[in-house]
């Protein structure tokens, strides 16, 4: 019976955490949903999310305690500036190239390092769970569950936000992608 409920908890505190580690994925997704995102491509690029949440902490895993410290402050910084690159390119695009919108959210390498920057956190998290004992194969599979329906809803709200505010929706959406890769990198 102790085995059983011990099971729950550790169900329910890998729920919670998959929930922490989606929240920039949502939150992020609803600033890239701003530009105007088909609904095909919200899958595209939810999948792409749940998938880098899935991969992400397997990385983790298998380095695990060994460069858990040096690669973990290294890893916010490096999303947080991809953010800000990825934030930059959609106001200048929305600056300068009205007309056009921005290829970086949902395309080619753009999908891809958008879906590495908001998974470096399940990088590190991957490390963690390098050195403690805990069900990894139930963990990975909820990183992944999770990250992929947060950033579908994100991308949802985004897209209905976007329409209200029409022109200036890639403006918005380059400016909360930049500031969510500012306060990552201060």
């Known amino acids: 019976m102790d085995q059983v409920l011990f099971h729950w908890g550790q169900f ?11 929240m920039d994925a949502f939150s992020l997704g609803i ?3 701003m530009v105007g995102i088909r609904l095909r491509e919200i ?10 949440h899935i991969m992400m902490p397997v990385v983790g895993i298998a380095v695990g305690a060994y460069l858990s410290d040096l690669v973990g402050d290294i890893a916010v910084f490096i999303g947080g500036g991809v953010l800000i690159l990825i934030g930059l390119h959609m106001l200048w695009n929305g600056l ?6 921005s290829v970086l959210k949902t395309k080619g390498i753009g999908l891809w390092l ?10 590190t998290v991957g490390f963690s769970f390098g050195l403690i004992e805990v069900n990894k194969i139930l963990a990975i599979s ?16 985004g897209r209905s936000v976007g329409g209200w505010l029409g022109d200036y929706s890639e403006l918005v959406g380059g400016l909360i992608l930049f500031c969510f890769g500012l306060k990552f990198v201060i």
Not at 43 to 50: A, D, E, F, L
Request: aromatic fraction near 14%.
């Open 96 to 101: 300068f190239h009205g007309d056009q919108k």
């Open 12 to 22: 329910l505190t890998l729920l919670i955490i998959a929930f922490a580690l989606s």
């Open 31 to 33: 600033g890239v949903g």
């Open 43 to 52: 899958v595209k690029v939810s999948i792409t999310i749940g998938l880098f």
């Open 142 to 157: 909820l990183f992944g569950v999770m990250g992929a329906a947060m950033s579908y809803f994100g991308l949802l709200l």
């Open 114 to 123: 958008f879906a590495f920057s908001v998974s470096l956190d399940a990088l």
